[in-house]
């Protein structure tokens, strides 16, 4: 509907949004939102608004997929028909089946999955609103809400993009430089333990540009980690508040 | 399925209900606190956010050019999808839509639909070819109870919020241009849910009330407090009595709710 923009990044070096280059989109976290879930949180990511809820551990259904030396994590990430330009259909598409295995396998090694044999835990991810980089903000969202059911966890996860707009590098890519930018990385990572649990690319990059545009999505990763313990300890610390009223 | 402590509650319920009390401490005609939320979603044409008690929905509107129905050349087309999310309660599973959340989006759809609120004729573009299509979709995502009203409410907000986008016609095709006009309204239609227990009606009820209630009716009263849409559900029945005591407080129900809501 409204014309294309043909420069992301304009003569003074800023992004449509105002943004620098190596700049995050704003990040505001809330955990713990939904009642009936055992865990869950909240992620506004620049335009994202993402919720996360965790069920379990708990009895496995069907039974059949039981394991009886582990944990069964599974994930579902879904889009809210009115969460896009034009609607989507509320039936899962290839795209949500494929970012809902993705955004298991990113989670799986921060949990302690040997530790609940013949358990089940459940986490659905609904995007309210997208705008770009919605897989990333839903694994920050995920990890934390699997945190606040209180499962046992190596590290919490979590997830930045970086690709390359107007022959640049840049972080956090929102929906227009996506669609129209060359490359998108998106990495997943556990700050911890330096390690990355997810990592898709698309577009073209030279392998010099592909290993600056991972350095900087780590670098973004290590930025939403500090909003991301501080939304958890702040769940926490409203407890004890309620706690001393008594 | 449910354990014998939420056995023994639902029978305190029960028992409360009887006597005319609530296990909340709400009164039998009492509905429980809410609040409404416009323009949570910028992306959708319209949106709004309700949480009853600790209900919460969301529903956002989608408007596109599409077809009109053969019989109605004129009008535009509305149509009402609701989503369980699985999020929302420990019972809804991933999955296509089932029973209950079609029978919430036909009822809600019913509501909007039978006051007219809104004026369809407004939403053709050529008639019996290109019509706006208003898409309401209601996405539960905290179960408490009475999801009924808290969608219907919620519809109805997001429908007051919504713009379309202004268009030319060019060549028989639709050209959208900058600029939004309001979605045209006619009337503000209110629905009222409540729930029976033997012989005792009560008004808005919460999770655990609708585990054990017989029967519930729903009624849609439209700004005349005319009735425009109603359905009943559950295993138990109303008697010609009930039903009367039933419509009255539903009616003055709605009043002071559309007090409140300021509709």
Wanted: net charge negative; with cysteine.
């Amino acid at each position: 509907m409204n014309e294309k923009p043909k420069k992301l990044i304009n003569t003074k070096g800023l992004r449509l949004d105002g943004r620098k280059p190596n700049e995050l989109r704003s990040v505001k976290i809330d955990v713990g939102i939904l009642p009936n879930a055992d865990g869950s949180a909240y992620i506004e990511h620049g335009k994202n608004k993402i919720l996360a809820g965790a069920f379990g551990p708990r009895e496995m259904h069907p039974k059949h997929l039981q394991q009886a030396d582990r944990m069964v994590l599974r994930c579902r990430y879904h889009m809210a028909p009115f969460s896009v330009p034009e609607r989507k259909s509320p039936a899962p598409s290839r795209r949500e089946n494929e970012l809902s295995k993705v955004i298991r396998d990113a989670l799986l090694p921060a949990v302690f999955i040997e530790n609940y044999p013949r358990t089940g835990v459940d986490v659905f991810i609904e995007v309210l609103q997208a705008d770009g980089g919605t897989r990333c903000a839903s694994i920050t969202a995920a990890s934390l809400a699997l945190a606040d059911a209180g499962i046992p966890m190596r590290d919490l996860v979590v997830a930045c993009a970086a690709g390359k707009v107007d022959n640049k590098i840049a972080l956090d890519l929102m929906d227009i430089e996506d669609k129209i930018g060359t490359a998108d990385v998106p990495v997943a990572y556990m700050p911890n333990l330096n390690a990355i649990t997810l990592l898709q690319m698309d577009g073209k990059l030279s392998l010099k540009e592909f290993e600056n545009a991972v350095e900087i999505a780590t670098g973004g990763c290590k930025q939403i980690y500090e909003i991301q313990k501080e939304a958890l300890k702040k769940k926490y610390e409203i407890i004890e508040q309620e706690e001393e009223v008594e | 399925m449910s354990s014998l402590l939420t056995r023994v509650k639902l029978q305190q319920i029960k028992k409360a209900i009887e006597e005319g009390k609530r296990l909340d401490q709400r009164n039998l005609n009492e509905y429980r606190a809410f609040s409404i939320e416009q323009g949570a979603i910028e992306k959708a044409e319209g949106s709004a956010r309700v949480k009853l008690g600790k209900t919460e929905v969301l529903v956002g509107i989608k408007v596109e050019v599409g077809t009109p129905y053969a019989d109605t050349p004129n009008n535009g087309v509305m149509t009402v999808n609701a989503e369980l999310v699985p999020l929302a309660s420990s019972t809804f599973e991933p999955g296509p839509p089932g029973d209950e959340a079609i029978e919430l989006s036909r009822i809600v759809d019913r509501g909007i639909r039978e006051s007219e609120a809104i004026d369809t004729e407004k939403l053709c573009i050529i008639p019996g070819k290109k019509v706006f299509v208003v898409f309401v979709d209601i996405y539960v995502l905290n179960h408490d109870g009475n999801l009924i009203d808290a969608s219907a409410m919620a519809a109805v907000s997001a429908l007051m919020n919504t713009k379309m986008h202004n268009y030319e016609i060019v060549d028989e095709e639709v050209i959208i241009k900058q600029g939004y006009t309001p979605l045209p309204m006619n009337d503000f239609p209110i629905t009222v849910t409540l729930g029976k227990i033997v012989d005792k009606l009560f008004i808005d009820p919460g999770l655990e009330e609708e585990e054990v209630m017989d029967s519930r009716l729903s009624i849609a009263f439209t700004g005349k407090g005319e009735i425009c849409a109603m359905q009943k559900g559950g295993s138990g029945y109303f008697t010609a009595e009930q039903l009367k005591e039933a419509m009255s407080l539903a009616q003055s129900t709605a009043e002071s709710q559309r007090k409140k809501l300021k509709w």
